[in-house]
């Protein structure tokens, strides 16, 4: 595992602090979530090197997830930056709506993520949520960022 966190305990996580709740949690007493007026949530952002001694090929993304309503779903989102420019060499925005088909109700939604070949150990890897228009709250809690070993 690259990564876990129940947002009971934040370190490596930067951003909106608007968005850490305690209305909502799958697990714990928080999480954090995106609605109008907060259009991001608490992001993590460590160089890969950090989190894996191996350049993964491919990430797993879980978390839980709760959608309240609206056809406009939040994303979530994973950027790896390269280290000396800021470049995006990877954005991948996984649409929530899609994963989350039942409302009000925390569904476990796995993702992963092809990691281009140009990473390094030195790329910034970045894992938040951004609203993408949607005009309801979401909620995630529980998230892991792990390399698949197939």
Known sequence: MLMSNDFDHLDGWVGDAASLIREQA??????VVVKPGTDYSLG??????????????????????????????????????????????????LDLGKK??????????????????TVSANSRIMVYMWTAGANQPTYLDDLTVSPVTD
């Not at 799958?26 to 999480?31: E, I, L, R």
């Not at 997830?65 to 056809?71: A, D, I, Q, S």
Request: glycine residues 8%; hydrophobic residues 40%.
């Open 26 to 31: 799958h697990s714990g007493a928080y999480s």
């Open 44 to 93: 993590y952002s460590n160089p890969l090197g950090r989190l894996s001694a191996a350049r993964p090929d491919k990430i797993r993304i879980s978390a839980w997830v709760m959608r309240t309503g609206g056809p406009q779903a939040a994303m979530l989102v994973v950027e790896i930056k390269d280290p000396a420019t800021g470049a995006k060499i990877l954005w991948d925005g």
């Open 100 to 117: 989350v088909s039942k409302l009000n109700e925390w569904q476990h939604i796995d993702h992963v993520i092809e990691v281009p070949p």
